[in-house]
């Protein structure tokens, strides 16, 4: 029998988030109030030395439970294995957040599990250092790295993932207090497995001088008017020529819900991280609720059903 006085737990949830907000690509990650995920991670007297058990609880989306194929998996097993920790795990996943769809579902629960982690043991390790375990998790979906998405959820807000002089640092930027988004994820289409990695092969392998500055030219307008609080000058900037046109083809109806989120009132709209959501950005909420019918009525023309959230950007990722 286990000495329960000996079992140890936290337990942390996460935002979900958009990524590239049009230009930045695997650089912008905003976390959004509309969903997060919960885990909860307990020492477990019971099982083997450095064993990791992943429970899916309350649904589990078809997420595989075991470790080298969840993301909050992968992140306990590498955190356990750089801190020298080798207690028996249980890994609690609640997912709030839908699975593959663009929200970044993965790294909420990663970074859920990267923060339950670090204070289930007081690691005294900075906030970079949480986002890049964390960005560990995205290989389960991915297939690499990426951290715009975790950094985010971590973090909160507005954050950019910087990698300049040879340096990952991130970012946070408070962003601003009117900036509205509604996200529009089309629930009834079949993404595939991995889906991710598959969004990440059809781009381009090389681009051509011109489209470079044109992007560089967007994502610091999108910069600056996270910056300076500016919401009208944040969509100015979500005008994407590389990324957007390689996958809108991906998307059933993309054209019809970017033109009719516009036509309703909606200042930019763009695919949210690899899709297949999209989501609109406004100032205010006066026009969110027109906005979001004509998201709807967009997949719906291309026989989708889809379920709209009017958010706002969050907090990061916190203990429960
Ligand atoms: N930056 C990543 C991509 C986000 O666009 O592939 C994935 O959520």
């Known amino acids: 029998m286990a000495d329960l006085a000996t079992i140890k737990s936290r337990t942390a949830v996460a935002p979900c988030s958009t990524a590239n907000l049009g230009p930045g690509y695997d650089v912008f990650g905003l976390a959004l109030d509309a969903l997060e995920d919960r885990v909860k991670i307990s020492t477990a007297p019971r099982q083997s030395k450095g064993s990791i058990q992943i429970k899916m609880v309350g649904g589990s989306q078809g997420i595989p439970a075991a470790v080298e194929s969840n993301s909050a998996g992968l992140v306990v097993r590498r955190m356990a294995r750089d801190f020298g920790i080798d207690d028996g795990l249980q890994v609690e996943v609640r997912k709030g957040v839908p699975a593959g769809y663009g929200l970044g579902s993965s790294a909420a629960s990663a970074a859920a599990a990267a923060l339950a982690f670090k204070e289930l043991y007081r690691l005294k390790i900075d906030t970079d250092s949480l986002v890049e375990y964390a960005a560990e998790g995205e290989i389960a979906s991915a297939g690499t790295k990426h951290y715009d998405n975790v950094s985010a959820s971590i973090i909160g807000g507005f954050v950019v993932s910087s990698s300049s002089a040879g340096e990952r640092r991130f970012i946070g930027i408070k ?107 406004m100032k205010s909420g006066k026009k969110a609720r027109l906005v979001a019918a004509a998201m709807l009525e967009g997949f719906a023309g291309a026989g989708l059903q889809s379920k709209t959230f009017v958010c706002r950007p969050s907090r990061g990722a916190h203990l429960v």
């Not at 991995?194 to 470079?212: G, I, N, W």
């Not at 100015?236 to 309703?264: M, N, S, T």
Request: aromatic share 2%; proline share 7%; hydrophobic share 50%.
């Open 175 to 281: 962003p601003p207090s009117d900036l509205v988004l509604v996200a529009a994820v089309p629930v009834s289409m079949q993404v595939p497995e991995k889906k991710t990695e598959v969004a990440r092969q059809v781009l381009p392998k090389e681009v051509s001088l011109r489209d470079v500055v044109h992007n560089v030219s967007s994502a610091s307008t999108v910069v600056a008017g996270f910056a300076l609080n500016d919401v009208e000058m944040i969509a100015r900037g979500i005008d994407d020529v590389i990324v957007e046109p390689a996958r809108k083809h991906l998307i059933p109806g993309y054209d019809a819900v970017r033109d009719k989120a516009l036509a309703a009132g909606a200042l930019a709209v763009t695919i949210s991280g690899a899709g297949p959501s999209m989501i609109s950005f």
